[in-house]
């Protein structure tokens, strides 16, 4: 079985400042890792996904994340946020192999930009 | 390009009821996907149909819930007997034969009243 855990459930941040929301996983198989974005009332869209090779991933609206294997974590970051990203994220893992393709989701950060 | 569609978009039942969500996946996705978020249980997985296969059903809370694929295209999600605590949004997605990425839809709001 699979778990996520994001450490933060709400990250207020001005305008224009970095931010980090923090992801980590538990799994006994290789798994995939994404990261969804969710605005109000709308479904998720995909922000990034780490499936192999660089350990350094770029996603859509300048995000990026990092694998780290050792640590088990998958960290999303943006250098500088806009008020158009405050919305929910949602770290994600998925089995890399085997006919069990469900996503299992952490419980979510709600990230607010202040302006 | 259509997205993922649900309808309805809302449904506010009596508790007892019965219900009906339904789900349009994308043109050529074999992969089917329903999911659950609530206040207190947040993302939760419930079935997943892929082509001909027998559908993962490990999700599903009860036995009261259900759902069905036909022509391996539409689907719908039937909760019977409606209680409180399946208020939630119930979202749908879609993937590829074997591809990683799921499209969500915008998700039915069910109220049970």
């Known amino acids: 079985a699979q778990s996520v855990t994001q450490l933060d459930s709400q990250v207020p941040v001005f305008e224009e400042a970095p931010v980090e929301l923090r992801c980590n996983y538990s799994?006994?198989?290789?798994?995939?890792l994404f990261w969804y974005v969710q605005y109000p009332n709308q479904g998720l869209q995909l922000l990034l996904k780490?499936?192999?090779?660089?350990?350094l991933v770029k996603g859509i609206n300048g995000f990026e994340a990092e694998f780290n294997k050792s640590q088990t974590s998958f960290h999303l970051r943006k250098p500088s946020v806009h008020i158009s990203d405050t919305a929910e994220y949602f770290c994600a893992v998925m089995r890399s192999s085997g006919s069990a393709r469900q996503l299992t989701f952490g419980s979510g950060t709600q990230l607010t930009v202040l302006p | 390009g259509a997205g993922v569609s649900q309808s309805p978009s809302n449904k506010v039942t009596e508790k007892g009821k019965d219900v009906e969500l339904r789900c349009d996946p994308i043109?050529?996705?074999?992969?089917l996907y329903w999911y659950r978020q609530s206040l207190g249980q947040g993302l939760e997985f419930l079935i997943y149909?892929?082509?001909?296969?027998?559908?993962?059903k490990s999700g599903l809370p009860s036995d009261r819930f259900s759902a069905e694929r036909t022509g391996g295209s539409v689907s719908t999600l039937t909760i019977q007997r409606t209680q409180q605590e399946d208020s939630a949004v119930y979202l749908c997605?879609?993937?590829?034969?074997?591809?990683?990425?799921?499209?969500f839809g915008p998700g039915t709001r069910l109220t049970v009243l």
């Open positions: 043109s050529g996705h074999t992969a």
């Open positions: 799994s006994s198989v290789s798994v995939y």
């Open positions: 780490y499936l192999s090779g660089s350990t």
């Open positions: 997605a879609s993937s590829l034969p074997g591809g990683s990425e799921q499209f």
């Open positions: 149909f892929q082509g001909n296969s027998a559908p993962d």
